[in-house]
């Protein structure tokens, strides 16, 4: 059975920091480009994130130079880094498969993890 499973969210004042985690189960993680995405309420999803199964990131404008995308390969585990938050932050937080960062296609998606800035 193929799971994402994405952790670390919750609450933060602005300017602090979350790691979140996306571990997989049932498929190889190092085979897949994975994103991370977010949707906040009344908004579309957005991408945030992505790094390519040979490390390559990129990076949404608005997040660049605050969260830093990495992987486990071991572990089987890509995480989120994310400093500086700021209230637009504020969403569900996915992490979902793709061939090739902003190709998809999106196989598969994880729940989703809260995330709250708020002073």
């Known amino acids: 059975q193929v799971q994402l499973v994405e952790s670390g969210g919750g609450l933060v004042q602005p300017g602090g920091s979350l790691r979140l985690s996306c571990a997989a189960s049932?498929?190889?993680?190092?085979?897949?480009?994975i994103g991370w995405f977010r949707q906040a309420p009344g908004k579309e999803r957005e991408g945030v994130s992505c790094i390519s199964s040979d490390g390559n990131t990129y990076y949404t404008d608005s997040v660049k130079g605050r969260f830093t995308i990495s992987r486990d390969n071991a572990k089987n585990t890509v995480y989120l880094e994310m400093n500086s938050l700021k209230p637009e932050d504020t969403a569900v937080y996915y992490c979902?498969?793709?061939?090739?960062?902003?190709?998809?296609?999106?196989?598969?998606w994880g729940q989703g993890t809260q995330v709250t800035v708020s002073s």
């Open positions: 049932g498929l190889r993680l190092d085979y897949f480009a």
């Open positions: 979902a498969t793709e061939s090739q960062c902003g190709l998809g296609p999106y196989d598969y």
